[in-house]
């Protein structure tokens, strides 16, 4: 296990630093110089030369790149633009927002994905495992911007049963989190339905019925808990759309997430808050899913005895 | 049954996408006396906020939608296939190079790094596009490795290796046609993909830019309306999930007809 936890732990530290390259080559990518889009045309050329020195522009890339992760190493993101403000002070600030609107979502998702997709596979080939496809199929496809939309139209604004933006009360995370939650049910029932007929057509099933359990008891005690096991590993990558979605949906419901910080950023140029924010939505999700993988190969010892011979 | 419904569906967005310049369409032409009119006034979907025709907007984004799957999608599978392919069957510290860049770019949540490199690169088309290639070659380039790693030890390439074909011969004639099947479906989910992340871009205001419609930037216009006019944003989203939706049982079919078994089950 331990040999296990290393190797695990060491390709994600590879993961961390290939993916702080990219985001530092990502102000590379603003076309001519980034110094001039940020201030803008008519800015004089000594703010200009102040802002290059400042953000450390003036240094060759190699240095550029060492005293970034220098900066990293120790929690030091820089200052945003805009607002003068430490970059990592903005993000602790938001932080909270987003992973709030992420979990409850997560608990949407499972609060409707377990039992559609369970009954979908119980009832497999019926009209009501068609039904359980036809709404995971809807869901795929609706975009969560629309969805957003048309969930704050009915519920808020003809029912008038939640606000319909801000994080004033507790009742304003559910719209956003029903919007994002739906979305990833959609997914994560059709894994479950797939992983339940997998095992279903195992040996130890056919074992089970020859021994006259009656079905329930296979389903409920065999078939379940083996089946849900591999969707741990599911919901950890399906994080990563969850934390995606939330840029959006923290822009269309107003909340005050790193997500929306984000894309204010990307409108006012500030192009270190938006660096910042990348970074830490994808080390957020580096690391849950190293550490889904970890618990996954410790209720399930078949994984790490894979990997370890 | 289904099928077919998806097939007209998908046959007519992709008409009048194409035939669209064909149409008299006026999408820019504003008539401020029909501001905010609801369908049937003039025009059977109604006018928007400036009192521009939605019918014709909506067309023209079908077009934007359209060009930009398309161009992603080949781009994307072009790529990735490409070096996935080579590097799987190279071998040795080529594939474990390229094991670690698909890792990180798949460490990058959803389209969080397409909405980055769009907002920094700047709003329009063409910048869509090379976002979204960016993001989207990393799903073919898995699947083509792992279907090489699997085919590659096979007898029937075995015996062209013993009888000296060249290692693009083996590729090109002995892996690539066996891959072709779920490639195609990949392909297929990918276009869905697509269609939703532009027009969650343009949505976001990073996508084509205005006066030019898209369906992702016509919701965000419609939203600011919903209470009084809920037609604006309905009609363009209703169009992007029916596209989407015919897309994506399309390609479920594909799926269950050439029986690939992929992760996405």
């Known amino acids: 296990m331990l040999r296990f936890i290393v190797s695990r732990l060491l390709s994600a530290l590879v993961v961390l630093m290939g993916v702080s390259c990219l985001v530092f080559l990502l102000i590379h990518l603003v076309p001519g110089d980034p110094i001039e889009v940020m201030l803008g045309e008519s800015a004089q050329p000594a703010d200009r030369e102040a802002l290059r020195h400042a953000l450390g522009l003036d240094q060759p890339i190699p240095i550029q790149l060492l005293n970034y992760f220098n900066g990293l190493v120790q929690f030091n993101l820089g200052v945003s633009l805009h607002s003068q403000r430490s970059i990592v002070e903005l993000l602790t600030e938001r932080f909270p927002a987003t992973v709030e609107l992420t979990l409850a979502s997560l608990l949407v998702a499972i609060g409707i994905a377990f039992p559609l997709g369970i009954f979908a596979a119980v009832r497999k080939d019926t009209l009501w495992d068609h039904l359980a496809i036809g709404i995971s199929l809807l869901g795929v496809s609706i975009p969560i911007f629309w969805m957003g939309p048309v969930l704050i ?157 | 049954m289904f099928v077919w419904i998806s097939i007209g569906i998908l046959l007519f967005w992709i008409g009048i996408a194409l035939l669209g310049p064909l149409l008299t369409l006026n999408p820019y032409d504003i008539e401020l006396s029909r501001i905010l009119s609801p369908p049937g006034t003039g025009t059977w979907l109604g006018y928007d906020d400036l009192g521009r025709p939605i019918w014709d907007r909506l067309v023209l984004g079908a077009r934007t939608s359209l060009v930009v799957a398309v161009c992603v999608v080949t781009i994307s599978m072009w ?99 066996l891959m072709v099947a779920p490639l195609i479906v ?75 078994r992929t992760q996405r089950i």
């Open chain 2, 79 to 177: 790529v990735g296939t490409f070096l996935g392919t080579v590097t799987a069957y190279l071998g040795r510290w080529w594939d474990h190079f390229m094991v670690r860049v698909i890792d990180i770019f798949l460490a990058f949540p959803g389209i969080l790094l397409a909405i980055a490199m769009a907002g920094l690169m700047g709003p329009g088309i063409d910048n869509v596009v090379i976002a979204l290639s960016t993001v989207g070659w990393v799903g073919f380039a898995r699947l083509s490795r792992a279907q090489v790693l699997s085919l590659k030890h096979r007898e029937h390439v075995q015996a062209a290796v013993a009888l000296g074909a060249g290692r693009i011969r083996i590729v090109t004639r002995h892996l690539i046609p």
């Open chain 1, 153 to 309: 139209l009915i519920l808020s604004l003809w029912l008038g049963w939640f606000p319909v933006s801000g994080r004033e009360d507790p009742a304003s995370l559910v719209l956003p989190a029903l919007t994002l939650g739906i979305a990833l049910s959609a997914i994560l029932s059709r894994m479950i339905r797939a992983s339940i007929l997998e095992v279903l057509n195992e040996d130890y099933i056919r074992t089970a019925r020859a021994k006259g359990l009656r079905e329930r008891a296979i389903i409920w005690r065999h078939a379940l808990l083996n089946a849900l096991l591999p969707v741990i590993t599911v919901l950890g990558l399906q994080l990563g759309g969850l934390l995606g979605g939330a840029v959006i949906v923290e822009t269309v419901f107003s909340w005050p997430g790193v997500g929306q910080l984000m894309v204010e950023a990307i409108h006012r140029r500030d192009y270190p808050v938006v660096q910042g924010c990348i970074l830490l939505i994808s080390f957020t999700y580096i690391l849950v899913n190293t550490l889904t993988d970890l618990v996954y190969a410790w209720l399930d010892p078949r994984i790490r005895l894979r990997e370890e011979s």
């Open chain 2, 186 to 260: 990949e392909a297929t989910f990918s276009i869905a993909g697509v269609i939703l992340a532009e027009a969650g871009l343009s949505f976001l205001g990073l996508g084509v830019q205005p006066p030019a419609p898209s369906w992702g930037s016509m919701i965000r216009d419609g939203a600011r309306y919903m209470l009084v006019t809920p037609h604006m944003v309905l009609a363009p989203g209703v169009s992007v999930m029916l596209v989407v939706v015919a897309v994506n049982s399309l390609g479920d079919r594909l799926r269950d007809w050439m029986d690939v």
